[in-house]
T-cell receptor, first 113, second 114 residues
Framework: AQSVTQPDIHITVSEGASLELRCNYS??????LFWYVQSPGQGLQLLLK??????LVQGIKGFEAEFKRSQSSFNLRKPSVHWSDAAEYFC???????????FGAGTTVTVRA | AAGVIQSPRHLIKEKRETATLKCYPI?????VYWYQQGPGQDPQFLIS???????DKGSIPDRFSAQQFSDYHSELNMSSLELGDSALYFC?????????????FGPGTRLLVL
């Protein structure tokens, strides 16, 4: 079964600084990878996804992620963080011929002025 | 663009009561998924339906049941509620393509069991 690890529980970043959130997955073949963001009390919004092809994926709100098979990673990045990016970020993995997503524990991002 | 609709958004129940959560997928989406997110936890997959048939099952308690109707909306029925059932319940929908597809999540139903 596939699984996801998000090593960082909480990250604090200054507004305007860059942000990188780590995600490591466990799956025998090429997985389907997703990043979702959840603002307090809100639902999950899809930021970006990777199914195949170009390993650098662009998403909404200026986010990007890079799939690295050799490191089993799918890290999320943003060059310049805005205060509105404060939220919880979940990495998720799915497998071909499977329906469910398996989520990581999430990383909470705090943005300081 | 139309999104996934869930109702109610908030629900308060007593122990041992029943609850029904409803999910209306994005138009033309034929697959529905249910997830449970406990306080401070990541979402856990409960169950999914494709074309009104159960397509996958996760850690859903036997006290819970779900179905998908002909108009593709889905209902999650929860009986004999326990304090531990207090959580945020998400519904997601997708358009079936033969496997994992991009799932679009609704705003969730926050259930509080007292």
């Amino acid at each position: 079964a596939q699984s996801v690890t998000q090593p960082d529980i909480h990250i604090t970043v200054s507004e305007g600084a860059s942000l990188e959130l780590r995600c490591n997955y466990s799956y025998g073949a090429t997985p389907y990878l997703f990043w979702y963001v959840q603002s307090p009390g809100q639902g999950l919004q899809l930021l970006l996804k990777y199914f195949s092809g170009d390993t650098l994926v662009q998403g909404i709100k200026g986010f990007e992620a890079e799939f690295k098979r050799s490191q089993s990673s799918f890290n999320l990045r943003k060059p310049s963080v805005h205060w509105s990016d404060a939220a919880e970020y979940f990495c998720a993995v799915g497998a071909p011929n499977d329906y469910k997503l398996s989520f990581g524990a999430g990383t909470t991002v705090t943005v300081r002025a | 663009a139309a999104g996934v609709i869930q109702s109610p958004r908030h629900l308060i129940k007593e122990k041992r009561e029943t609850a029904t959560l409803k999910c209306y997928p994005i138009p033309r989406h034929d697959t529905v998924y249910w997830y449970q997110q406990g306080p401070g936890q990541d979402p856990q997959f409960l169950i999914s339906f494709y074309e009104k048939m159960q397509s996958d099952k996760g850690s859903i308690p036997d006290r819970f049941s779900a179905q998908q109707f002909s108009d593709y909306h889905s209902e999650l029925n929860m009986s004999s509620l326990e304090l531990g059932d207090s959580a945020l319940y998400f519904c997601a929908s997708s358009l079936y393509g033969g496997g994992v597809e991009t799932q679009y999540f609704g705003p969730g139903t926050r259930l509080l069991v007292l």
